[in-house]
C-alpha cells in the first residue's frame, strides 16, 4: 500500500516537472481557455444578466476541453523511447502508474481552472453569493471524475494508432453521468441558490460514482498495460 | 505464436548469449523474462519465485536493457537516472546516478536534456539507468550496438565484474567477438525454438561461428 502511492508520487512528480521544464500540456490548455473566454464574452453582452446563465456551461467547456488536451498528451509522451515499459520492467505496481497519472493530469486541470474560473467571473461580472465550500467540492470531484475515468482511457487507447481519435469516443457515454451532475450542480449553486437540496444530490451522486470508477480503474488498469 | 517450446534453465552467476538470425525470437524471449511481455502459456520462475506473483521481489532484481533507451528526452541524464533510481528504491539515488554518469564517462553532459545525445552517448545511459539498483540479473538486448571501442571495453568490464559479484546475465548479441569476451554458455535460437546449447565450449570465436553457421544457414 505504502508502496502504491510512493510509486504514484515519483512518477507524478516526475511529470510535473516534466511540465515545469518543457511548459507544453498547461501552456496550451490555458491557451484554449483563454480563448473559450474571449469567444463567449464577445458573442454574449457580459454586461447583461440573462448572460450570467451560461456560467456554469463555460466552467466545464473549458475543464472537459482543457482535460483532453492533457490526458492526450499524457500517455503519448511515455511512448518516444518505450519509456512506459521502463515503468513496467520496474517494480511498479500498475496501479501506481494509473495514479502517479491521475494526478498529475488532475494538477494540470486544476491550475487551468484556478486561472480561467476567476478570469471568467470577472469578465462576465459575476459576483458569487453562494456556497463556496460546496461550489470547491463539485468543481474538484466532477474534474476528478472525469479525469480518474479519462486517464483510463487514454492508457488504452494509447496502445492505438488513432488514439487521438479513439479518447473522446470512448470517454463520451462513460463521463456523461459525471459531467451532467456537475454542470447541475455548478449551475445550481451559482444562479438557483434556492434549489440547494438538490445540489446536495448531485454531489452524492458525483461521489458515489468517482469511488466506484476510480476504484474500478485502479485495479484493473493492470490489463491496460498488458501487451 | 513467436517462440515455440522455450524452456530455458540458467544457474545463478552464469553469463549466457543469446544469438540468432533478426526475427528470431530473442528480444521476445527477454521480454518474456523481462514481465513487457505475458506469454500465452508457460511459466518464469527466479530462485523458485513467480514472475506474475511476485513480480515485485523479482522485477527488483532484474535490469533490462532494450533496444530502445526508456529515456525520456527532455530530461538530463541526471533527472532520467534519479527517477529510475527512486522507482527501484535505490538509496542516495543522486549519488548513485553521478556515480553512473561518471562510469559511463559522460560526467561532461551531465545537465544537458538527451535529446541531443548521439546513438552512442544513449545506449551509455541506457546501460547505466540498467544497473542503477545493482540488479542481480541482467537482461541486455544488444548493449554493444552504436557503443565506440572505448565504451565496449568499458561495458564488457562492468559485465564481467558483476558476473565475478554473482550476478546472471542474459545477453542478446549479434556481434560474436563481445560474446566470447564476456560469456561462458551460448543459445542459439531460430524460428523461435532454441536450436543449440553451447556450455563448456572453447571460447574461440572460430568454433561459435561455425556452429552457428550450422545452424542457421543449414535449411
Ligand atoms: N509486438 C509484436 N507483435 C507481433 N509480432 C511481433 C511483435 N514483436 C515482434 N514480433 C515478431 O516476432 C518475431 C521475433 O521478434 P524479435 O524482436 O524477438 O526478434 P529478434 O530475434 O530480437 O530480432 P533482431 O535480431 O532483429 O533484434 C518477429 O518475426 C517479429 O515480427
Ligand atoms: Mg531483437
Redesign the interface.
Known amino acids: 500500500m505504502n508502496?502504491l502511492f510512493k510509486?504514484a508520487f515519483?512518477?507524478a512528480g516526475?511529470d510535473l516537472?516534466?511540465e515545469w521544464?518543457?511548459k507544453q500540456v498547461v501552456t496550451t490548455m490555458l491557451i484554449f481557455a483563454g480563448l473559450v473566454i474571449v469567444t463567449f464574452s464577445f458573442a454574449f453582452d457580459p454586461s447583461n444578466n440573462a448572460v450570467r446563465a451560461i456560467i456554469p456551461g463555460l466552467i466545464w467547456v473549458i475543464t472537459i476541453f482543457s482535460a483532453i488536451l492533457g490526458l492526450n498528451r499524457s500517455f503519448l509522451s511515455e511512448t518516444?523511447?518505450?519509456?512506459l515499459?521502463?515503468?513496467?520492467?520496474?517494480?511498479?505496481?500498475p496501479s501506481s502508474i494509473y495514479l502517479g497519472k491521475v494526478i498529475a493530469n488532475f494538477i494540470f486541470v486544476l491550475i487551468v481552472q484556478l486561472v480561467s474560473i476567476p478570469a471568467l467571473f470577472i469578465l462576465f461580472d459575476f459576483r458569487f453569493m453562494g456556497n463556496f465550500p460546496l461550489f470547491l467540492a463539485v468543481v474538484v470531484l466532477g474534474t476528478f471524475g472525469f479525469i480518474s475515468v479519462g486517464t483510463f482511457l487514454a492508457g488504452l487507447s494509447s496502445n492505438s494508432r488513432s488514439s487521438e481519435m479513439l479518447l473522446p469516443i470512448l470517454l463520451f457515454p462513460i463521463v456523461s453521468p459525471i459531467i451532467i451532475a456537475a454542470v447541475q450542480a455548478t449551475r445550481i449553486l451559482l444562479i438557483d441558490i434556492e434549489q440547494i437540496a438538490s445540489a446536495i444530490s448531485w454531489i452524492q451522486l458525483m461521489g458515489v460514482y468517482n469511488l466506484v470508477f476510480f476504484v474500478l480503474c485502479l485495479v484493473l488498469f493492470e490489463y491496460v498495460l498488458?501487451? | 505464436m513467436i517462440l515455440r517450446g522455450i524452456n530455458l534453465s540458467i544457474k545463478k552467476g552464469e553469463t549466457v548469449a543469446i544469438l540468432g538470425p533478426n526475427g528470431a525470437g530473442k528480444s521476445t524471449v527477454l521480454k518474456i523474462l523481462?514481465?513487457?511481455?505475458?506469454a500465452s502459456s508457460g511459466e518464469v520462475k527466479v530462485n523458485g519465485l513467480d514472475l506474475k506473483k511476485d513480480?515485485?521481489?523479482v522485477?527488483?532484481k532484474?535490469g533490462?536493457l532494450?533496444h530502445?533507451?526508456?529515456?525520456?528526452?527532455?530530461?538530463t541524464p541526471l533527472?532520467n537516472l534519479k527517477?529510475?533510481g527512486?522507482?527501484?528504491?535505490v538509496e542516495n539515488v543522486e549519488e548513485r546516478a553521478k556515480q553512473l554518469i561518471d562510469e559511463v564517462g559522460l560526467s561532461f553532459f551531465t545537465h544537458d536534456p538527451v535529446r541531443s545525445f548521439s546513438r552512442g552517448m544513449m545506449q551509455r545511459i541506457a546501460i547505466a539507468?540498467a544497473i542503477i539498483h545493482q540488479p542481480e540479473i541482467l537482461l541486455f538486448d544488444e548493449p554493444h550496438t552504436g557503443l565506440d571501442q572505448q565504451a565496449i571495453k568499458l561495458l564488457n568490464d562492468v559485465i564481467l565484474r558483476m558476473r565475478d559479484e554473482g550476478s546472471t546475465i542474459l545477453m542478446v548479441t549479434h556481434d560474436f567477438q563481445q560474446a566470447i569476451e564476456t560469456c561462458d554458455r551460448f543459445i542459439i535460437i531460430k524460428n523461435g525454438k532454441i536450436v543449440d546449447d553451447l556450455q563448456n565450449v572453447e571460447r574461440n570465436i572460430d568454433t561459435i561461428t561455425e556452429k552457428y553457421m550450422e545452424q542457421v544457414s543449414g535449411l
Open positions: 508502496n510509486a515519483i512518477i516526475k516537472y516534466s521544464k518543457t518516444k523511447n518505450d519509456n515499459y521502463g515503468m513496467i520492467v520496474s517494480p511498479t505496481d498488458e501487451v | 523481462g514481465g513487457l511481455i505475458k513480480s515485485y521481489d522485477k527488483r532484474i533490462f532494450a530502445n533507451s526508456f529515456l525520456y528526452d527532455h530530461l533527472e527517477f529510475f527512486k522507482l527501484y528504491g539507468r
